[in-house]
């Protein structure tokens, strides 16, 4: 077989883009491996133009900081959370992507567990505040 | 590997004339190794005819449900084999979050619905819940994925020791809220991985593309989805599968006609046919 995605990620993406809502996929090892049109406007960039990238490079692209502008480390973020918790997680943030404008936002985001157990990912949902 | 299509018609069987040239039972699918391994790919109602043809000297064979609807589970009871007391039959199934393969089949396979009990069968069965990575069945290496239908369900990709390949998805919605079908990556499209450079793809086929829009979510293709699949998946040969039972043979022949003249399919196309030998 070929690399291919596990259904949950196909069916979480094919929501995603399918719906208003922002939303950013990750896999288990937490890479990027996609986020929808509604994110692109929040990012202020394509995912046709990022494409997938590896946790160490959209972590250190996306820049994070709590309510009192203090830093937030890829671990302590949401999706960092999620992974390593196997839990939901939902907090305030301000975030800003390669340099762009800080958005105040609420992100929730939520594991994807598959019928045994294992962890495919995770999905986060952004709301501006 | 020898392909037999012991059944094609998808959702209910669906006797009479009207159907009789591309068949009134549901899905089947009898594979047979050169060192004698029988596969035996859903017991919709075409398992009965496949049990009456296999030898009193095999004493193994291995049936892999893509899921368990009643038109893929439906013929088990009928399957003359599994009152051998001689044989070992393993039975592959999708595994379910909270409830396992023998209490899912037993709710079919049992009173009222079905008056002998699984556990009361003579012969010696072995479940196995997949996916569970590739496993060696006899000369075949057999890896399955779940693929975008309603309830746990997956497909199957059959490797013989020559290197040619089966896949068998029966039923599958690939184009499900997939507003880009089928320019996605093949990575990103269900059950590609599977279907990928397959010398046989069996695929569903059960709607017109006229038909499908009213269908959406119900977990099926239409013809004209099944050849981009193929397309998109690199397979050397579709055969389309799982008919609507609403469909006449002159209608399937139409179909397949109007589909082909929308996509150009890559590779060659034989529409399923109850009784059609494939060799791979």
């Not at chain 2, 040239?21 to 391994?37: A, E, F, H």
């Not at chain 2, 060696?136 to 975008?148: N, T």
Request: one cysteine or more; glycine letters at 8%.
């Amino acid at each position: 077989m070929t690399d291919a995605k596990s259904i949950q990620i196909i069916l979480a993406r094919q929501l995603a883009s399918s719906i208003a809502t922002p939303v950013l996929l990750v896999d288990a090892q937490n890479a990027l491996i996609y986020y929808n049109e509604p994110a692109e406007a929040i990012f202020n960039q394509r995912f046709d133009e990022t494409g997938e990238m590896p946790a160490a490079e959209w972590t250190s692209r996306f820049t994070a900081v709590d309510d009192d502008r203090n830093p937030i480390p890829p671990n302590e973020r949401p999706m960092g959370r999620v992974l390593a918790e196997c839990a939901p997680v939902s907090r305030n943030m301000w975030m800003r992507v390669s340099g762009g404008d800080w958005r105040h936002l609420h992100v929730t985001a939520f594991p994807l567990v598959g019928e045994k157990g294992q962890l495919f990912g995770a999905m986060s949902i952004f709301w501006a505040i | 590997m020898n392909v037999t299509l012991w059944g094609t018609r998808g959702s209910l069987a669906t006797p009479g004339a009207e159907t009789a040239r591309y068949g009134g039972n549901t899905s089947c699918v009898g594979v047979i190794g050169r060192d004698g391994t029988v596969l035996v790919l859903d017991a919709g109602t075409g398992i009965r005819g496949l049990g009456k043809t296999i030898a009193t000297t095999v004493r193994r064979v291995d049936i892999l449900l893509t899921h368990l609807h009643m038109d893929h589970i439906q013929g088990l009871g009928f399957f003359a084999p599994l009152f051998r007391p001689d044989l070992e039959v393993h039975i592959w199934g999708p595994v379910s979050s909270h409830i396992s393969l023998r209490e899912r089949l037993m709710r079919y396979l049992s009173p009222p619905l079905f008056p002998v009990s699984l556990r009361e069968l003579p012969c010696m069965i072995t479940l196995h819940e997949v996916p569970c990575g590739e496993v060696a069945i006899g000369e075949f290496r057999v890896s399955s994925a779940l693929v975008c239908h309603p309830g746990p369900t997956v497909g199957y990709r059959i490797v013989d020791p020559q290197g040619g390949v089966l896949a068998y998805l029966p039923d599958h919605e690939p184009a499900l809220g997939s507003t880009a079908f089928p320019s996605l990556p093949l990575a990103w499209t269900s059950g590609a991985g599977l279907a990928a450079g397959a010398d046989l793809l069996i695929h569903d086929s059960q709607y017109s593309a006229e038909e499908y829009p009213r269908h959406v979510g119900w977990g099926h293709s239409s013809f004209k989805d099944a050849l981009a699949f193929a397309t998109l998946s690199g397979a050397k040969h579709l055969v389309p599968f799982h008919h609507d039972p609403s469909h006449t043979d002159i209608d399937i022949d139409r179909l397949m006609k109007e589909a082909m003249a929308l996509i150009t399919p890559a590779c060659r196309v034989t529409t399923a046919l109850e009784g059609a030998t494939f060799q791979i």
